[in-house]
């Protein structure tokens, strides 16, 4: 009895998710606990050996899963790749959007350049296939849309930049599509980690003593790792979650607190 109750609220069985950023890291993790809870799992990144083995792990697990190869920074690859996206296990049910570029140099020498790359992946494609895929889920009255924002949205430190603005914009993009959506069925959410482990963050975890810092800095006491973010995305895109919208949940250790 208790394993029907836990499958009617948790379950994934029969949803399709898209996850971008879903090779590695946070997006990797969060795929893979998608599809063990039953999602069928379409991977949207630009690195074809990566994804590659990322899903020929899923399917070693047993999930269903495929990838397309998309630069996500170009519009009309994008779009070209959420099409094919949609074609291979049908229209998602759950968006995650993971993928990010972090260029931070210190605002003065931050060119136009850097900007435009910036918002271009870690805003604009968001937004796109916000557009190309949440009027979908509310007219079938059923949809999840997550975003992963990150600290740097709500406080700067180690040179924000870019990055800050366009994790900040996010968030606020979580809450429109809340408002136009969740009316239908459709969820809008942002997770925000703390300093995790993963390649996007490699350069800072070549100074331990910043390392030792970070860590130091959370409630916890350590830094956070791609795992610790399975049960928060299970959690949101399942039906347990229908009445949680337009929020900003930190997976952060207590850094946020601390």
Known sequence: MSNDYLSGLFSLDGTTALVTGGATGIGRA?????????????LVARREAELDKAVAELRGLGCRAARVSADLADRDTLKRAAD????????PDILVNNAAVNLRPPLGELGEDVWDATMAVNLDAPFLLGQRFGPGMAERGFGRILHISSQQAFRAFVSSGAYGVSKAGLTALARSQAEAWSPHGVTCNTLVPGFVLTELNRRLQEDPERIAQLAAATTIGRNGLPEDFAGAAVFLASRAAGYITGQTLFVDGGMAAH
């Open 84 to 91: 094919e996206a949609a074609a291979v296990f049908g229209e």
């Open 30 to 42: 969060i795929a893979e606990a998608l599809a063990r809870a039953g999602a069928s799992v379409v």
